[in-house]
């Protein structure tokens, strides 16, 4: 239990930095958000986004199963795009259009992948925290 702990918290973190970097990137190409608010706006929207992967997300792979196998699993892009989507609507101050939803979960699935390949999730979870 404290090992999943342990690992939501760090799928929080590493998707509020990706949700921060999407947005200095897309910044005025379909997302807008108040520069103003701080880190803590792009910690709720991680939180969020971290909830709906875990929650949400594994209904819609299902009920998108057939155009996923369609399209040989580039549909995931657009299932990731409105997780993301869903997440910017859920938090205020941060606003996105579908399309740069989809570029941003594009993003955040590449620093996910950077930043967990860095970081070894097979060690005990006691390990993180001193």
């Known amino acids: 239990m404290q090992r999943q702990f342990v690992l939501f918290l760090l799928r929080w973190l590493f998707n509020s930095l990706g949700l921060w970097v999407a947005a200095r990137i897309l910044s005025g190409h379909g997302i807008t958000y108040d520069p103003n608010s ?25 009920l998108s199963l057939p155009a996923i196998l369609l399209t040989l699993g580039l549909f ?36 996910n992948y950077v930043l967990t390949n860095l970081v070894d999730t097979n060690r005990n979870p006691k390990d993180y925290v001193r």
């Open 76 to 111: 995931t892009l657009v299932v990731n795009g409105l997780t993301v989507y869903i997440a910017g609507k859920l938090v205020p101050g941060f606003e996105m259009t579908f399309w740069a939803a989809i570029l941003a979960g594009i993003i955040i699935s590449l620093i």
């Open 38 to 62: 701080g880190p803590l706006l792009f910690l709720g929207a991680g939180f969020v986004l971290s909830l709906l992967n875990a929650l949400l997300k594994p209904l819609i792979i299902i």
